[in-house]
């Protein structure tokens, strides 16, 4: 028999985060374009973050027809969150008068690649990326490089730089409780044995 499903925040009804979602304004606008590979997957921070920021919205696709509108929100300057050479980091722009639409690719780094591939529109717009040397909190899953993050810990380091001094730990609340109840599930052994550094 199935498990029953919160229909908010797709987990398990007996694993539900819902409780510890914030709802947190921010003067930056966040838009998540999630690849359909990421929609069921057990840790889906990107679905956290759109629930607990008010100025976010998420759409699921690989290919965007909407883009147009969506990237031309007045009063905004859209700006990708994703590695180049030429990418500005966020610092850069933390003091500035115009607020940011920050689009976010969620999916792996080959998927998110791709999306921008199929997305002319996407991949043309000016790069942001965050500051070295961040640590993830993700304990679960090996990092493709060093200072690499979830997306919903991209995003909460990314409005703490845009936005300071505002606070968006909270948005991490529900990750923290996901990663703990995913470590309670596989047993601490097995947790030390495959995921913990010797």
């Not at 838009?31 to 998420?58: C, D, F, I, K, Y």
């Not at 180049?84 to 969620?106: G, H, R, S």
């Not at 942001?128 to 979830?150: D, F, I, N, Q």
């Not at 991490?172 to 913990?196: C, S, W």
Request: proline share 9%; glycine share 4%.
């Amino acid at each position: 028999m199935p498990r029953i499903q919160c229909p908010r925040c797709l987990r398990p009804q007996s694993h539900c985060l819902c409780a510890l979602i914030p709802n947190l304004d921010s003067r930056t606008r966040v838009l998540l374009l999630q690849h359909p590979s990421e929609v069921s997957h057990a840790l889906n921070t990107a679905r956290l973050a759109a629930l607990g920021l008010s100025n976010a919205e998420m759409i699921v696709g690989e290919v965007f027809e909407e883009l147009p509108v969506l990237l031309n929100q007045p009063g905004y300057r859209a700006r990708l969150l994703f590695p180049a050479n030429d990418a500005q980091t966020l610092q850069t722009y933390a003091a500035n008068d115009e607020p940011m639409l920050l689009v976010v690719p969620d999916g792996t780094w080959r998927k998110a690649s791709k999306m921008l591939h199929l997305n002319p529109l996407l991949a043309a717009l000016p790069r942001v990326t965050l500051a070295a040397g961040a640590v993830s909190r993700y304990r679960l899953r090996k990092a493709p490089e060093p200072g690499a993050l979830s997306t919903i810990e991209a995003i909460v380091q990314a409005l703490q730089t845009l936005e300071a001094p505002a606070d968006f730990d909270a948005l991490l609340k529900p990750f923290d409780a996901l990663i703990d109840g995913q470590i309670a599930a596989m047993g601490q052994e097995t947790y030390q044995r495959n995921h913990v550094p010797e």
